[in-house]
């Protein structure tokens, strides 16, 4: 189309508007025939232009809160918009609007005849001038048509709602005022106003006036005096050029010429004029940064950027949030979401200090440390840190990232630690789930088994295959210990014994009910590999997924998956589904709390030198090789993870200094227990923390029956009577006595043991006296 012909439907158009006063498609298809003598392809074009505008819900900002409800942790948006009511704007800023884009707004039909008329004619007479003549009620078309097109990455329907020259510029203003006559039908001048003053760009990344109003005045809308007003009317013809705080000049200038529009048109007396004429714009300046994405929370809340990222990609992973995880991305940064979080200010700061106390940022080991905590019963991550400084950004220093350690790869993590003795507790309520209990011995002398010597009918083992281990912590050289002992000693050699008496799918299944899986990336997904080495704890998993699995075991056996998000709300307050913890009965309460009380032999064991002033229990972890050490330790009200390790893979912290204290090797009990046991004595002062509940005696000591007493037998007669009792037998010695050579002067335990209870038997060497005691 010519732009004689686009100017020949712009002239038709004004005619008929000035006549009638609203648009009757019927006048104007032969008032541009007449105009221009064309055939139908002109008509053809106005007839198509369309007559209803699809208006979408506003892209908005989103906000996300700690627990409290109140502390904003960050805010997420694509636009910087807060849509506020027309009430909720000083009339001021109305005022200036309207003097400024559209001061017979509430005169005409949805365009200015008279206006477009002269720009129109100006426009085609000065070939290289545009001069526009749009009404506010096309202002607002022209941002609905370019926010859709923005929402749908469609870049030349971008620069097509923006065309200003030639012929395309007239069919798009014939666009505007077609749709703009249509849309006064259906909506008020007032709800027109709302509209373009919640839409309009005013700067660099600044939407609707509630925005602008606290990006440049730290005030509301409702607060905006006249001469604020001015500045931020005057922004919108070019939101870069005329940004108050990037370009404070031409703003100014720009101001000042508002202010006079506002004088003429006796929106502002003239002493009024002649005052902010006179006052410079950065003066009258109170810049408020809004806070972008999780990078802010990092400051907003000691170190709560990494648990902020961790709410992100709940949200992008979530069903619960949209069909895809490019809509769920999408409703967070446009979708106006309250967004209240699980996070515990308090707590966050604790933690954050006490992770960074434990491991200094720039501490020059370079070892890295992360600590995370989970509310038993709920689920709750009330605290997420770690000793380094989030970034997201391409430019970050070597202590700085966005990979959180807490979690998996799928949520902003790597690829999870192996978690080493931390595991055995899996192992233990497995054994307990069996019948056993906490008393029954065990021989730890072994330090090697063959995969044929364990039963895992899940899966297919190859026998021959042989698996070799040490004692990384507790005594290295094993020897016969009760259960209790391997766990409160955090003995390898105990718990592979007990292993190869159960079921290891079974120890598998155990901790997949428990929320264990691996973490991903580079480590894969799924449950834990049905391994002997996993006994030991060879595969990885994030610390957040332990913490949540040992708070089972601090609620009685109700497990709750780690939820990090309370409520979320739409931009009108009504909530919205959020991710549910799916809390339930995983363990036997009983079974629960023999576990409960069998970890709380920590502080007699590999935890001895730091035991809390409350009830808790917990284990201590190391790999072979100290390359990663942990501390999963827990109350009935909070249950905490730390980790000690390089990220970067498996490094030994072997001959290392950190924190000015230098190890030969370093253990669970050497930076990853005290972290927690400062973290968790400021987090519970002054709380009162209960009991765990009472385990069943069956579980700790067995079921009691007769042992045979076999003093004086010979030593086959002996071990033949124990065993038709259900008791295994071994020889512990022999020493001088005048009973004859073989037989059995002592026995343990003598009188009542839970079935199955190894007994140790001391024989006569004879030619010597009767043993006494």
């Not at 209240?340 to 020059?364: F, H, M, S, W, Y």
């Not at 259960?483 to 079974?506: F, I, K, P, R």
Request: hydrophobic residues 40%; contains cysteine.
């Amino acid at each position: 189309m010519s732009v004689f012909t686009a100017f020949a439907l712009v002239l038709a158009l004004v005619v008929t508007s000035a006549v009638g006063g609203v648009l009757a498609a019927g006048l104007v298809a032969p008032a541009v025939a007449m105009a221009d003598g064309t055939t139908d392809m002109a008509v053809q074009a106005f007839e198509d232009l369309p007559t209803e505008l699809e208006r979408q819900p506003l892209s908005e900002k989103s906000v996300m809160l700690a627990s409290d409800g109140t502390t904003k942790l960050a805010e997420f948006w694509s636009e910087n918009r807060i849509v506020v009511p027309l009430a909720a704007v000083s009339e001021q800023m109305q005022n200036a609007v309207i003097a400024t884009e559209d001061k017979r707004f509430y005169q005409h039909g949805g365009i200015d005849p008279t206006g477009m008329m002269r720009a129109a004619v100006r426009n085609l007479t000065n070939p290289g001038r545009t001069e526009g003549a749009s009404t506010l009620t096309q202002q607002y078309i022209k941002n609905v048509l370019i926010e859709a097109a923005v929402r749908q990455d469609d870049l030349a329907a971008v620069d097509a709602a923006r065309e200003a020259d030639g012929a395309e510029g007239y069919l798009r203003k014939l666009r505007e005022a077609k749709l703009a006559i249509a849309l006064e039908k259906e909506m008020t001048k007032d709800e027109i106003l709302e509209s373009y003053l919640n839409i309009a760009q005013f700067g660099l990344n600044t939407y609707g006036v509630e925005a602008a109003a606290q990006r440049y005045f730290s005030t509301s809308a409702a607060q905006l005096t006249s001469l604020q007003a001015a500045t931020i009317a005057g922004i919108t013809q070019s939101p870069s050029a005329y940004d108050p705080i990037r370009n404070p000049e031409a703003s100014q200038e720009r101001r000042d010429r508002v202010l006079r529009l506002m004088h003429d048109q006796g929106y502002i007396s003239r002493d009024e004029l002649d005052a902010g004429l006179a006052a410079p714009l950065t003066d009258t300046l109170v810049p408020s940064e809004p806070t972008v994405g999780c990078m802010a929370a990092e400051q907003t809340v000691l170190g709560a950027g990494y648990f902020c990222d961790y709410v992100t990609k709940v949200i992008r992973n979530d069903p619960a949030f949209g069909e895809t995880p490019e809509d769920r991305v999408d409703r967070l940064y446009r979708g106006g979401l309250t967004i209240t979080t699980t996070l515990d200010v308090r707590e966050q700061t604790i933690a954050d200090q006490e992770v960074k106390n434990g491991i200094p940022v720039d501490d020059a080991s370079g070892v890295a440390s992360s600590i995370v905590t989970v509310e038993p019963g709920s689920g709750k991550i009330t605290s997420m840190a770690q000793n380094r400084v989030y970034n997201n950004t391409e430019q970050h220093g070597d202590r700085e990232t966005a990979v959180n350690y807490n979690t998996d790869f799928a949520y902003g993590g790597g690829s999870g630690f192996p978690p080493g003795s931390t595991f055995k507790p899996f192992t233990l309520t497995q054994w307990l789930k069996q019948g056993h209990n906490l008393s029954e011995v065990v021989n730890g002398t072994r330090f090697s088994y063959r995969f044929s010597e364990f039963s895992a009918p899940c899966t297919s083992l190859n026998g021959s295959t042989e698996y070799r281990f040490s004692n990384a912590e507790g005594p290295r050289s094993g020897g016969m210990m009760t259960v209790q002992q391997a766990t409160s000693g955090s003995v390898n050699s105990g718990y592979l014994a007990m292993a190869a008496q159960l079921d290891l799918c079974g120890i598998m299944d155990t901790a997949t009910s428990l929320g264990i899986h691996r973490a991903g990336g580079n480590s894969g997904d799924g449950p834990f590999q049905v391994l002997p080495a996993n006994v030991l704890g060879s595969d990885s998993v994030a610390p957040v997924t332990m913490a949540a699995a040992f708070a089972a075991f601090a609620a009685g056996g109700t497990f709750c998956a780690p939820i990090a998000i309370l409520a979320v709300a739409d931009t009108d307050g009504n909530p919205l589904p959020v991710p549910d913890a799916g809390c339930h009965q995983a363990l036997d309460p009983q079974i629960a709390n023999a576990v409960a009380y069998a970890l709380s032999g920590v502080w007699n064991g590999t935890a001895s030198t730091s035991p809390p002033p409350f009830t808790a229990a917990g284990k201590t972890g190391t790999t072979s090789r100290n390359e990663h050490t942990w501390f999963v330790g827990f109350t009935p009200l909070r249950s905490t993870a730390v980790w000690v390790g390089h990220s970067e893979g498996m490094v030994p912290m072997q001959r290392v200094t950190i924190n000015g204290a230098t190890y030969r090797n370093v253990f669970g009990s050497s930076v990853a227990v005290p972290t927690w046991k400062r973290f968790m004595e400021r987090t519970l002062e002054n709380v009162p923390v209960p009991a765990f509940g009472a385990p069943n005696p069956d579980q700790i000591v067995g079921q009691q029956v007769a042992v045979p007493s076999v003093v004086g037998q010979d030593q086959t007669a002996a071990i033949s009577a124990l065993a038709a009792a259900g008791f295994p037998a071994r020889v512990a010695g022999a020493n001088p006595d005048a009973a004859p050579a073989g037989t059995v002067i002592q026995q343990s335990p003598a009188g009542t043991a839970p079935p199955g209870t190894p007994v140790s038997l001391l024989l006569s060497a004879g030619g010597g006296a009767p043993a006494t005691g």
